[in-house]
């Protein structure tokens, strides 16, 4: 407060009560409000400053809120699940003793919390691994229709925040049938085929937009180039790795790597995690934790391609682990822009526990051309 007067005792006056000087002299009006002749002056009712109490918890970048009686935004609960909770402060007087003196108690650590229902999620993450695992060996189609099928779900919900966040109209319909042409070709044809059918894709946003308003045209194919880039062009590097002979377990270690990665990074971040590494975009992420994601991934790394990739070198598995590491850090604070961009939270609530399938790719589709990249450099294509 930069009020003078807070904290200050009141003063005499015409802002406190009367002293006792010397009595108003005869020839002295009363004010227009007195009662009368003879009549004192009313005395003002002691005032005092009221103090500004903040609200309770939020963090500043929280969009969510309420709305007062004077249109005020009220900010309550944090906006990202790694984002910190802040204590409320305590309106309670610190108790006192047989003496009379006060005394408080040392404030009580704050429980670490892991931000989301932890039951919910390890349900819903074995329920899809065991999806992914039967259907990655027992038939390749039937693996890449549950590619497709994430990038569709993926589009509706990316386009579907855009509109409602930003007012951006990516048209869905051609985004969701070139994201699956595009996964088919860069399965059948290889990178020459992904290619080929990401153009295709790019042109038919251009003309489906065409047949709306003119006003937001740049805008909106724009947002849709992105969006078919970000989504289905780089989840079709793993029908690539699919591809080749040893597909299966190619694309079984870079889930493995993604996976320990996310893993090593949360458990030592949770535990021993101080340093943050990018407060302003992702504030649970800390430095401690990237360093755990390098280790797990590393080690991991060294496992897979020594006993899963065929002529694989556990040397090779090290530098793959790191550059999956880095990847799917960058791929998280790269996602975390967007949403903090978007002012929300998750992408969907379709996965109990996780939040939208983009929440669950946000890590896979940047890292899937880095693996599929280094898979051809160390073993070759297949």
């Not at 390890?122 to 390749?140: D, R």
């Not at 189609?141 to 919900?157: D, K, Q, R, S, T």
């Not at 992702?282 to 280790?295: F, I, N, Q, Y």
């Amino acid at each position: 407060m930069n009020e003078p007067s807070w904290g200050a005792p009141p003063v005499s006056g015409r802002w406190g009560p009367p002293d006792r000087g010397p009595a108003p002299s005869p020839h002295r009006q009363a004010p227009e409000n007195s009662a009368g002749p003879g009549h004192d002056w009313p005395q003002a009712a002691e005032t005092r400053p009221m103090p500004i109490v903040p609200d309770a918890g939020g963090d500043q970048d929280d969009l969510r809120g309420e709305t007062d009686h004077q249109g005020t935004a009220r900010l309550r609960g944090p906006l990202f699940r790694d984002d910190e909770p802040q204590v409320p402060m305590s309106t309670t007087p610190p108790p006192t003793d047989d003496s009379g003196s006060s005394h408080r108690s040392e404030p009580a650590k704050a429980k670490k919390s892991a931000g989301r229902n932890l039951r919910a999620a390890i349900g819903v993450g074995l329920g899809l691994g065991v999806v992914i695992l039967l259907s990655l060996f027992l038939y390749k189609p039937v693996f890449m229709g549950v590619i497709a099928v994430a990038v569709v779900v993926g589009l509706w919900e990316l386009t579907s925040r855009l509109a409602e966040r930003k007012d951006i109209r990516a048209p869905l319909v051609p985004l969701a049938v070139g994201g699956v042409a595009m996964v088919l070709a860069g399965y059948v044809r290889g990178p020459e085929g992904a290619w080929v059918a990401m153009a295709l894709t790019a042109l038919a946003v251009l003309v489906w937009r065409m047949t709306e308003d003119p006003v937001g045209y740049l805008r909106d194919v724009t947002a849709g180039i992105f969006v078919a880039f970000y989504v289905p062009f780089l989840a079709t590097f793993v029908a690539l790795m699919l591809a080749a002979d040893d597909g299966p377990w190619r694309v079984l270690t870079f889930l493995i790597l993604t996976v320990v990665s996310d893993t090593g990074a949360y458990a030592v971040g949770w535990r021993f995690g101080t340093h943050k590494l990018a407060p302003r975009i992702s504030p649970g992420k800390t430095r401690e934790g990237l360093v755990g994601a390098v280790l797990f991934a590393m080690v991991a790394g060294a496992l897979c391609m020594h006993f899963l990739v065929d002529h694989g070198q556990w040397w090779q598995g090290l530098l793959l682990g790191l550059a999956v590491a880095a990847s799917a850090t960058l791929g998280d604070l790269g996602e975390s822009m967007i949403k903090r961009d978007l002012g929300i939270k998750d992408m969907g609530t379709l996965l109990p526990g996780h939040g939208g399938i983009m929440d669950r790719l946000d890590s896979l589709l940047p890292t899937a051309p880095v693996v599929w990249l280094l898979f051809v450099a160390f073993v070759g294509s297949g």
